[in-house]
């Protein structure tokens, strides 16, 4: 399981669930970002469709190890 957050800093975070237990959250960058919802087209693949300050929108797809 995979929780991707926007953080109070504007950057995009993640999180995982392990064996019922969550990893500590990572940062994958970015700036701005108020906006953020994810889904899963395949498996091992993680889009993320943001919404930033000015209502820009932008997306990012990401393996299951949150690598760009």
């Given at each position: 399981?995979?929780?991707?957050?926007?953080?109070?800093?504007?950057?995009?975070?993640?999180?995982?669930?392990?064996?019922?237990?969550?990893?500590?959250?990572k940062?994958?960058?970015g700036?701005?970002?108020?906006?953020?919802?994810?889904?899963?087209?395949?498996?091992?693949?993680?889009?993320?469709?943001?919404?930033?300050?000015?209502?820009?929108?932008?997306?990012?797809?990401?393996?299951?190890?949150?690598?760009?």
């Amino acid at each position: 399981l995979y929780l991707y957050v926007a953080g109070q800093d504007g950057a995009l975070w993640l999180a995982k669930k392990n064996f019922g237990k969550w990893t500590a959250l990572k940062s994958l960058g970015g700036n701005g970002i108020i906006g953020l919802d994810a889904c899963s087209p395949n498996p091992g693949k993680t889009v993320v469709m943001l919404r930033g300050t000015g209502n820009v929108v932008g997306a990012a797809v990401f393996d299951n190890s949150g690598n760009k």
